[in-house]
């Protein structure tokens, strides 16, 4: 089983008792607000992410970690490795991501747990380039971004919306 650890974090595979967490993230429109149209999930649906999650784990060896507090077990949010498909134009490419609650903000942990992905992409899965999305706006994931010595490659628009968005990348 794939787990990183840092000294507040645990990522993780995903487990069952994480899908009422994770619905309730999905289900915040001030988190959804920077994913894809900006649309809600329900618990269905973030069910169905989080199978679709652990079948890119076995078959690309790569996939989204559930983010666990280690002092309080709470589950986070996600961060990991996905294939951005949804953006045609950078692909072949591997995408690094993470999507936290509201009571996670603002602590570092995304960038906590971004690095030790970064750190698990290059030396682990041997990537060469990594590359990261997000939505025109969303200052806090380019700060992310920026802080992992990512560089912005170009600015597009994400085909599935016509919103605009930006591309980083690091290259090892």
């Given amino acids: 089983m794939t787990s990183l650890r840092t000294p507040r974090l645990t990522l993780r595979r995903w487990r069952e008792d994480d899908l009422e967490p994770m619905a309730a993230i999905n289900a915040d429109p001030e988190v959804m607000r920077w994913i894809a149209d900006g649309a809600v999930r329900d618990r269905e649906q973030t069910a169905a992410k989080i199978a679709g999650w652990e079948r890119e784990w076995d078959e690309l060896g790569v996939g989204l970690f559930a983010v666990e507090v280690r002092e309080t077990g709470r589950l986070a949010g996600f961060a990991g490795l996905s294939v951005p498909g949804y953006l045609p134009e950078i692909l072949p490419a591997v995408e690094i991501g993470w999507r936290l609650g509201q009571p996670f903000w603002g602590r570092g942990i995304a960038t906590e747990a971004a690095r030790a992905v970064l750190h698990f992409a290059l030396r682990d899965r041997g990537l060469a380039?990594?590359?990261?999305?997000h939505k025109v706006g969303n200052d806090a994931s380019e700060a992310v971004m920026r802080k992992?010595?990512?560089?912005?490659?170009r600015r597009t628009v994400d085909p599935a919306n016509g919103r605009p968005v930006c591309v980083h990348v690091l290259e090892a």
């Fill in 148 to 153: 992992l010595g990512m560089r912005r490659e």
């Fill in 129 to 133: 380039r990594v590359v990261s999305v």
